[in-house]
């Protein structure tokens, strides 16, 4: 299974865009990119998936290098509510459940 | 929308004591989990269930029970606390088996004096 590697930390301030890399070099065919953020006092919540080249929902967007061995998750004008871990999963989608790992993350701190 | 929900809150437990959190999901999702997050750490899991009295080991089970005999509810066991230990446990669901979009509840947090 890939590994991935995110920056520990990342600062903003409120109202910028902030963008978050995930390094996933070894990334399979069969392999998925998930982002999920957890805000402290609860449990990550799931902000977006893809497999290649560019998603966006209502929360984020996400790029996917070419040869998928890098992805950003972009942040639009983030607000204090974005402060949270950041965790970048690459997983197979047919994997049996259960596997997600989440790693250390990146910790986004948002200043007024 | 759906909510999980587990209890307790918090929970303070003493050395070798056995202590049981639960969990009740109302999604109506298949598939059932238990992570444990130490401070500062990811998370780690424990157990999961792809159905009502399914139950699988994750990486961490040694020192831990589960049990899901309804589909809305999962429960975990530490079978024997372990003194200092301090953490989070966290319960998620999906709503099937190879579905990587999972929904969390907000945890229970352990102390053990």
């Known amino acids: 299974l890939a590994k991935t590697t995110q920056p520990p930390s990342m600062e903003a301030y409120e109202g910028q865009e902030v963008n978050v890399s995930c390094s996933h070099t070894n990334i399979a065919t069969s392999e998925y990119i998930y982002w999920y953020r957890q805000v402290p006092h609860q449990g990550p919540q799931f902000i977006i998936q893809?497999?290649?080249d560019y998603v966006v929902n209502e929360v984020a967007s996400l790029f996917i290098s070419a040869d998928r061995k890098l992805s950003t998750l972009s942040l639009p004008w983030v607000s204090l509510r974005d402060a949270a871990v950041y965790y970048c999963i690459v997983t197979p989608r047919t994997q049996v459940v259960g596997q997600l790992t989440f790693g250390s993350g990146t910790r986004l701190q948002v200043y007024a | 929308g759906g909510i999980i929900t587990q209890t307790p809150k918090f929970l303070i437990g003493q050395e070798g004591q056995k202590l049981t959190l639960k969990c009740q999901q109302n999604f109506n999702h298949d598939t059932m989990y238990w992570y444990r997050q130490d401070s500062g750490k990811g998370l780690r899991l424990i157990y999961y269930?792809?159905?009502?009295?399914?139950?699988q080991k994750g990486d961490l089970s040694e020192g831990y029970d589960a049990s899901r005999e309804k589909k809305s509810s999962f429960s975990l066991t530490v079978t024997s606390a372990q003194k200092n230990e301090m953490a989070v446990f966290l319960c998620?669901?999906?709503?099937?088996?190879?579905?990587?979009?999972?929904?969390f509840g907000h945890g229970t947090k352990l102390s053990v004096l």
């Open positions: 269930s792809i159905t009502e009295n399914d139950l």
């Open positions: 998620a669901s999906s709503i099937r088996q190879g579905n990587e979009r999972l929904f």
């Open positions: 893809g497999y290649k």
